[in-house]
């Protein structure tokens, strides 16, 4: 299962890279406004009063858990891997939603590549700098607008937005995409993140507003 949707995933990333710079973009449908949610044109910024600063120096993404290859990345061997770029919706439970994010950064299907998760894996973990954590079902993160993302609007990605390294997941609710990302864990078994265990969805689809457990 997870098979299929890393191999998909890879594929469809092939076919956007190919596509980008030669077709437009095709519009999208009228509909894309989840339930609920109000469109943004500015980019509201949502923490937990905690914008933790972290050299480029210092930082570190350790990638861990039921892997082959558990890695811990410098700035600069994530920055050797191949980049990527995105434009996806933006989704936060409070009710706003912001269009056309333009993000660069890593697919999430290029690290899973990297560390090769065992076939118990069936959950991720991601842990962040600023004491957050949130938990997303493996399948969902091998889906093709997955990605670490270091750029946004072609620039880097701020610190009140997550830098230097933030997740973008942007199929579920934003909680779902952490910021000042540290660690990222394969789990055979779900563990539920900071907000998980307050209330909110572990599921999180906007399309349903799915927002609270
Ligand atoms: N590390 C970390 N990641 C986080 C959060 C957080 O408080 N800390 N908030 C989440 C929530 S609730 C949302 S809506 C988005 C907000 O991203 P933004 O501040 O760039 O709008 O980040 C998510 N990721
Ligand atoms: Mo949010």
């Given at each position: 299962?997870?098979?299929?949707?890393?191999?998909?995933?890879?594929?469809?990333?092939?076919?956007?890279?190919?596509a980008?710079g030669?077709?437009?973009?095709?519009?999208?449908?009228a509909?894309?406004?989840?339930?609920?949610?109000?469109?943004?044109?500015?980019?509201?910024?949502?923490?937990?009063?905690?914008?933790?600063?972290?050299?480029?120096?210092?930082?570190r993404?350790?990638i861990?858990?039921?892997?082959?290859?558990?890695?811990?990345?410098?700035?600069?061997?994530?920055?050797?891997?191949?980049?990527?770029?995105?434009?996806?919706?933006?989704?936060c439970?409070?009710?706003?939603?912001?269009?056309?994010?333009?993000?660069?950064?890593?697919?999430f299907?290029?690290?899973?590549?990297?560390?090769?998760?065992r076939?118990?894996?069936?959950f991720?973990?991601?842990t962040s700098?600023?004491g957050?954590?949130t938990?997303?079902?493996l399948?969902k993160?091998?889906?093709?607008?997955?990605?670490?993302?270091?750029?946004f609007?072609?620039?880097?990605?701020?610190?009140?937005h997550?830098?230097?390294?933030?997740?973008?997941?942007?199929?579920?609710?934003?909680?779902?995409?952490?910021?000042?990302?540290?660690?990222?864990s394969?789990?055979?078994?779900?563990k539920?993140?900071?907000?998980?265990?307050?209330?909110?969805?572990?599921?999180a689809?906007?399309?349903?507003?799915?927002?609270?457990?």
């Open positions: 299962m997870a098979k299929d949707r890393y191999v998909a995933a890879k594929q469809a990333w092939a076919e956007k890279q190919r980008r030669a077709a437009p973009r095709p519009t999208r449908s509909d894309r406004l989840p339930p609920g949610q109000k469109l943004t044109t500015g980019f509201p910024v949502l923490d937990l009063g905690v914008q933790p600063e972290i050299p480029l120096a210092d930082w993404l350790k861990d858990g039921a892997v082959e290859r558990p890695v811990t990345l410098t700035w600069e061997d994530f920055s050797a891997l191949p980049q990527v770029e995105d434009v996806s919706d933006f989704h439970v409070t009710t706003w939603s912001k269009y056309d994010c333009r993000w660069g950064g890593v697919a299907v290029t690290l899973y590549e990297l560390v090769q998760p076939h118990e894996a069936k991720v973990y991601f700098y600023d957050y954590s938990n997303v079902a399948e993160c091998l889906d093709d607008d997955v990605l670490v993302a270091t750029r609007e072609g620039a880097p990605v701020s610190r009140e997550g830098g230097p390294a933030r997740v973008i997941i942007p199929k579920l609710y934003a909680w779902k995409g952490a910021k000042f990302i540290h660690g990222i394969f789990l055979p078994e779900d539920l993140g900071f907000w998980e265990v307050r209330g909110y969805s572990n599921t689809d906007p399309w349903t507003e799915d927002r609270y457990a």
